[in-house]
């Protein structure tokens, strides 16, 4: 059952080939196979929001799910979402708004962001709310939060 | 300019916004193996024995270790108790793996280090464990009463300390009272849940016989001084370094716990680096939370409901063991009297074990509890006398014209509880104010007519904060001219490297940004206490300031002798030092460390010690009080007894804000944390002790749909008890907000006239409410 399978995907934009025992999380993959441990693991259970990846585009729970079920798929990490040099505009906006403590959720709602705000480019407060009702933080009490993806929405228009 | 009170940007947000934060399981070391616990399944049992052969022998196991297998520093004696007090009956504390009894359940019992933690979780499930279960302390009124199942089998009661908090003639006030009110009221407070887990890595340095612990804890010298103390080792065999970033800490973090000795031990043991993350289910069983307090409670008013006396006995849920002694209770007893005039006060405490986790403090440690007791009262006061809430507090705040406050109480670091400044009634004045208070009844009667019960309710607070004896803090200039800070204290998100960076950048004259604070090492500075009770700013604040100041003045000295100036014709900008008005003629830091720091051969000029670099202690004469008050809007769908919060306004005062901006989101966390604990937040047990809230689908957290926008606003009464005028701020915004949230939802549900006696506020609580009161 712990026999190795192969396993090819694109990280970031870069082809990864590996084989990993099937039971291995894709949050596990990524943060200790690929050292990529922006992506942060709070619950294990799917509730907390902190090791939220974009598949494809869309934004799921990299501690529910297999890093195998993750072949031949694209994953963005927040090391994807972060320019060579300085910070993206949405993380900008984070640093500019108080949108972050500890730091620990924060690759996680950037990543539910980075989706929602491509889908619903002029959110109003309370989707924004609605949006992140998935990603729990302990420090902010989200008004930060909220108050970075407002401004960047304003910024971006 | 000055840095301080500018809301800079912080320092620590770039890497952590990049995903290049260093939490602790983010290090990776060579040779490195992992850790899991095998954790007690029962509430109470005896150990009858333990065969871990099979797990032993599993490929990719290093090692399976039992409390027989400890070196004997740890397997025959318990962890130090971390603040002793004479009031405790049994001081007990756990061991570093269950010896022969188990009291709790998710009590370690086994350690297994393998390749990998699913190695080591597998080996973990090959563990036999032979129980024999013990009669089960779960309900702490049961567990108090005589002839109650006993948490520890030796012990005759569940009795850990009992104590009264005294002070006036109590029982007089109560003979000459015109009005007497008694509240039975219970508050449940959850646990911390930072959104990081608990972890360490351990790794013994057998050449230099060194253990290097990097731990995310809250407290990195008192972690350093329990192992040294236990193992029997000098203070430089042991290292701990809170790492870079630590994700929450909230309380719990800040005691050191049996994994982490588990954890070195095996490191030592097997010559290799040892991590262990605690996953989420471990936390919820093993980190230690707030829980149940039980209050009867009775308060003595004139006509005018002014306070006369307030008495009665405090029952709370200490779990099974008391790493930090009785300081929740201890809190939750001296915070009754809040900002009022109280003449005499006694309330009798009683710690109670049982068998579950032990509980510790947690944001607002005891004061939310004693918030929402005396909040409870006012409101019950203002009831029966016809007043209005705010006006029922009004006549009891003590006025600033009484500044400095002494209430009569003797705080847990055994100095009087004296209030050194605040202007309450401005506090309350300006809540009301920012709540929009006065035209609150108009919106009520409108909302009603329309089928809404809306609500405002309101609760005041004071808060010791800065508590001592001290956090150093060191400053220096390195040959190369850089700043760099460092100190005990460790952050978990608060900001400490901004804030410190802040104060002595203004002492320097160079950029928050140019310089380099490395918190959280027990090499840093020698001494160190830790963060928790709001106290780093208050003590690491004006450390940083005194040893900065000095810093400055040995440049100034070094720099007079170097240009063959005058001292009082220098000043400090942009990391030089020149004659004022001749920019040019001056030297950089790096010049002036290039000599003050050593130059082989040269002499420093006399009087002039060694080294662009000194240490300071500031050491508070005691803690100062900041304050607040809290003014909330609620609705409440009587269908399904759900709870909206429409409006939340905070008035709150930490003395001088070095980032106010930081400063706002330290009260709006906090506030965020006393949502939770007023309406979602419920660890559960059943009745034999068994956990039943152990993931965050059962055990909520509030989200960004629960917690509303915060409004704030500041006053700044500077305390006289430090050089910034600075006070605490982290646990503010928690501690009055169950009881403001409870008394607008009994605002609300006024028509059915409800009391409510509890918090958390749940909707079966409410609905149960309203059916009574629609049947009568």
């Not at chain 1, 302990?138 to 108050?147: A, L, P, S």
């Not at chain 2, 939490?23 to 990776?28: N, P």
């Not at chain 2, 049996?258 to 980190?287: C, N, Q, Y």
């Not at chain 2, 005499?344 to 509980?359: E, G, I, P």
Request: proline residues 7%; contains cysteine; glycine residues 10%.
């Amino acid at each position: 059952m712990n026999e190795p399978l192969g396993l090819s995907l694109r990280v970031n934009g870069d082809a990864v080939t590996r084989s990993v025992e099937p039971r291995l999380t894709l949050a596990d993959f990524l943060r200790h196979e690929l050292s990529l441990t922006g992506t942060h693991i709070g619950c294990e259970h799917g509730v907390c929001g902190a090791c939220t990846v974009l598949l494809d585009g869309r934004s799921v729970r990299s501690c529910l799910m297999l890093a195998v079920q993750a072949d031949g798929c694209a994953v963005t990490t927040v090391e994807g979402l972060t320019p060579a040099e300085g910070l993206s505009p949405l993380q900008q906006a984070f640093a500019d708004n108080h949108g972050l403590q500890c730091g620990y959720c924060t690759p996680g709602i950037l990543c539910t962001l980075s989706e929602y705000l491509d889908i619903n480019p002029n959110p109003s407060e309370g989707e924004i709310r609605e949006a992140l009702s998935g990603n729990l933080c302990r420090c902010t009490g989200y008004q930060g939060i909220v108050d970075a993806a407002l401004a960047y929405v304003r910024s971006a228009q | 300019m000055s840095w301080i009170g500018a809301s800079v940007p912080r320092v620590e947000d770039p890497a952590l916004l990049a995903g290049k934060g260093r939490f602790v399981d983010d290090l990776h070391m060579p040779n490195m193996v992992h850790a899991a616990f095998l954790r007690s399944p029962h509430a109470h049992a005896r150990i009858c024995g333990i065969d871990t052969a099979a797990a032993s022998a599993l490929p990719g196991v290093h090692t399976v270790l039992t409390n027989a297998d400890l070196p004997p520093e740890l397997r025959d004696h318990r962890l130090i108790l971390m603040v002793p007090n004479p009031a405790l009956r049994y001081p007990v504390t756990a061991h570093t793996l269950a010896q022969g009894e188990v009291c709790f359940v998710g009590e370690a019992v086994a350690l297994i280090v393998a390749d990998d933690r699913y190695i080591a979780e597998d080996a973990a499930e090959l563990i036999e464990v032979y129980y024999d279960p013990l009669p089960v302390a779960a309900d702490v009124l049961a567990a108090a009463a005589p002839g109650a199942a006993a948490a520890h089998a030796d012990r005759p009661d569940n009795i850990a300390a009992d104590f009264p908090m005294t002070y006036g003639d109590v029982d007089a006030a109560f003979a000459k009272a015109g009005h007497v009110f008694q509240e039975s009221i219970f508050v449940h407070r959850g646990g911390a849940h930072s959104i990081e887990c608990r972890g360490l890595i351990a790794a013994h340095d057998p050449i230099a016989d060194a253990m290097t612990i990097w731990a995310n804890t809250q407290a990195p010298h008192m972690m350093r001084n329990a192992y040294a103390r236990m193992m029997g080792v000098p203070e430089n065999q042991i290292r701990v370094i809170a790492p870079a970033d630590v994700g929450g800490g909230f309380g719990p973090k800040g005691m050191y716990y049996p994994e982490h000795f588990a954890v070195a031990t095996a490191a030592k043991m097997l010559g290799r680096p040892v991590k262990w993350i605690e996953d989420r289910r471990e936390h919820f069983l093993a980190s230690y939370q707030e829980r149940d307090q039980h209050w009867d409670v009775e308060v003595a008013v004139d006509s005018q409901g002014r306070l006369l006396g307030l008495r009665g006995s405090l029952i709370h849920d200490s779990g099974a063991y008391l790493p930090w002694g009785i300081v929740t209770p201890f809190i939750s007893a001296t915070t009754v009297p809040g900002p009022y005039v109280l003449p005499a006060y006694r309330m009798n405490v009683t710690a109670v074990f049982t068998n579950k986790v032990a509980t510790t403090p947690v944001r607002g440690a005891g004061r939310p509890q004693a918030a929402f007791v005396m909040e409870r009262l006012m409101d019950r006061v203002a009831r029966e006398l016809g007043l209005d809430p705010a006006e029922a507090r009004r006549r009891n705040l003590i006025g600033p014209e009484r500044m400095p406050y002494s209430v009569g109480l003797v705080f847990r670091d055994g100095s009087p509880v004296i209030y050194d400044s605040g202007d309450y009634p401005a506090c309350q004045k300006e809540a009301l104010a920012l709540a929009g208070y006065n035209s609150f009844r108009a919106r009520q009667a409108e909302a009603l007519r329309g089928g809404r019960y809306i609500g405002i309710g309101i609760a005041n607070y004071v808060e010791g904060t800065g508590l001592g004896p001290f956090e150093g803090v060191n400053v220096r200039i390195e040959q190369s001219g850089k700043v760099t800070v460092q100190t005990g204290a460790a952050p978990q998100g608060q900001g400490h490297q901004t804030m410190l960076a802040q104060i002595v950048a203004d002492r320097l004259g160079v950029q928050p940004q140019d310089i380099s604070v490395a918190p959280g090492d027990s090499a840093g500075v020698a001494f160190g206490i830790g963060t928790f009770a709001s106290r780093v700013t208050a003590n690491a604040g004006p450390s940083a300031d005194i040893a900065a100041t000095v810093v400055r003045e040995k440049l100034i000295r070094v720099a007079a002798h170097l240009l063959e100036a005058a001292e009082a014709d220098l000043e400090l900008a942009e990391g030089r030092v020149f004659v004022k008005g001749v920019p040019q003629h001056g030297k950089s830091f790096a010049e002036i460390a290039g000599f003050a720091n050593g130059m082989p051969g040269f002499s420093l000029p006399q009087g002039i010690t060694a080294g662009l670099d000194d240490t300071a202690y500031f050491t508070p004469e005691r803690s100062t009080y900041a304050n607040g008050s809290h003014a909330v809007e609620v609705e409440v769908d009587i269908e399904t007894g759900d709870v909206t919060i429409l409006r939340y306004s905070t008035a709150h005062d930490c003395g001088t804000r070095i980032n106010p901006t930081m400063v706002l989101g330290q009260v709006i966390g906090g506030v965020a944390h006393g949502i939770g604990n007023a309406l979602y937040e419920w660890m559960r047990y059943d009745a034999e002790a068994q956990p039943l809230t152990v993931n965050f689908g059962d055990y909520l957290l509030p989200m960004a749909t629960d917690v509303p926008r915060i409004d704030q606003v500041h006053l700044e009464t500077p305390t006289p008890l430090n050089p910034l005028g600075v006070k605490g701020a982290g646990e503010g915004g928690t501690i009055p907000a169950l009881a403001a949230i409870a008394a607008a939802i009994e605002d609300a549900l006024s028509p059915f006239g409800v009391h409510i006696d509890q918090s958390p506020v749940t909707p079966p609580y409410l609905l149960d409410l309203i059916a009574a009161a629609v049947k009568n």
